[in-house]
Every structure is written in C-alpha cells, then in structure tokens.
C-alpha cells in the first residue's frame, strides 16, 4: 500500500499554516509523515491539535519528538517568566523588532530532525509553513533562510553524499497571506476548528488577543469569515 507513493516529512505544529502545509503536500500526492515537537512549550493544545490534524489529513504516520529548548529559555514560549503579548488588533503588532515569542533558533532544530527523518525514510522533500507576508517577524521563516539551510543539508547527509538524496524544503505558504493560506486550505478540505495557533491559551481556548490569534483572525476575516478557533466550540472541548 502507498508503495509507489514519494514520501515526504511535513512539520506539523498543529496550528493554522503547518495544517495547510499539509493538506497542500497531501493534495500533491506524498505520502505524508507528520512531525511535531515536545519542545518545552508551556501549553501543549498546540499537541492536542497536531494529533487530530495527523489523524483527519492521513498522514501515514504522526511522530511527535521530545526535546527541551525551555532548559535554555529565552523566550515567551517556553519561559513562563515572560509574558506573551497581547494586542487590541492586527495592526498593533511590532514589525520592527523580533518579537518575544521568537524561540531561539527553533526551525533550526525542527529541520534538523525533519531532515534526519527524511533520510532514513529515502525521502528528498521536507515541508515547512514559513511565510513571509502576516508572520510575526521571525528570522527563520525568511526564504534566504530556507534556502542557506537547503545547501546546508545538502552537504549534511550520508544520503546527499552518495546522490540518494537531494534536499527539497517546499515551504507553499511562503508568499500567501494569512486569508491566501486559509483560502488553500478550504479548497483542500482544512476544518480549521481542528487548529490551535494560540501563543497564550486560557483554558485551553484561543486567547483572541495574542500576535498568533490576531493575524488568524484577520485572515479569516478578510475573507468574511469568523476564526473557529474563537467560536465556543474550540477545539479544547473535544
Ligand atoms: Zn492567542
């Protein structure tokens, strides 16, 4: 079954955008291994979601990997120290500064794993949901990063070095905005109530007012829509 299929590996954080990455690689006929992180982020929903997502999109397998970036810190995510900010609305948000729920040097790692696990399933295709347009300012979410850390790999692996492989980080979201995304993913069949993408979770629920659930919100907006994620029936009650 699926034998003829290419694989690829997808990192899937379970909120809005990794969700669509992988409905995208799916529509364009991978065999999908879904993978996520136990990184040491303070609210695990994120999880909760990743799961249901893996389960809903078909993904051959889901592996969620244990790492601790929190032994580190550093930032709002993973240091309950530091608070994550919240705003009345979109245009609020700083584009000037790297903002505090940055994780220092995450997609680093992500794609470090995501590439070790395409090497040891013979795959040469990597998917990410970077972009560049409605993103929070993250260094590593810039196509010149994707593409230093694509030549970088190539160089990396046992499977690059004998020609078995070639790297490949598809990152489909990369010129989208938020309502583009959202737009893709209904196309593909996304219920997007599947999704949490809250930086600040009360309760499990979507917080309305973080970096994260504003650009959501406003995507979904612009295409006059309402976020589900607001909705009362989030994801945190199923
Ligand atoms: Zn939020």
Same mark, same amino acid.
């Given at each position: ?40 982020? $303070?609210? @695990?929903?994120? +999880?909760?979601? *990743?799961?249901?997502? %893996?389960?809903? !999109? &078909? ?46 040097? $995450?997609? @680093?790692?992500? +794609?470090?794993? *995501?590439?070790?696990? %395409?090497?040891? !399933? &013979? ?116």
């Amino acid at each position: 079954m699926n034998g003829d299929k290419r694989k690829a590996v997808v990192l899937l954080s379970g909120g809005l955008d990794s969700t669509t990455v992988l409905a995208i690689a799916r529509h364009e006929g991978y065999e999908t291994h879904a993978l996520s992180f136990r990184y040491g982020q $303070r609210h @695990t929903e994120e +999880l909760v979601a *990743a799961e249901k997502v %893996a389960a809903a !999109l &078909g993904a051959a397998r889901h592996v969620v990997v244990d790492i601790n970036l929190a032994v580190f810190g550093g930032s709002a995510l993973t240091d309950d120290t530091l608070a994550v900010p919240h705003h009345d609305s979109a245009d609020q948000i700083s584009t000037d500064e790297i903002p505090i729920t940055y994780v220092p040097a $995450r997609n @680093t790692v992500f +794609l470090s794993f *995501a590439l070790a696990w %395409a090497e040891t !399933l &013979g795959s040469s295709d990597v998917f990410i949901g970077v972009n560049a347009l409605d993103y929070s300012g993250y260094p590593d979410c810039r196509p010149e990063y994707i593409e230093a850390y694509e030549r970088m790999a190539n160089l990396a692996t046992k499977a690059g070095v004998e020609g078995k492989q070639r790297l490949k980080i598809h990152t489909p979201l990369i010129e989208l905005t938020k309502a583009q995304t959202i737009q893709r993913g209904l196309e593909l069949g996304v219920d997007y109530s599947w999704t949490h993408s809250c930086y600040d979770p009360v309760d499990g629920r979507a917080c309305q007012t973080c970096d994260s659930c504003l650009l959501r919100s406003r995507g979904f907006a612009e295409l006059g829509l309402v976020d589900p994620s607001f909705s009362s029936t989030s994801s945190a009650n199923i």
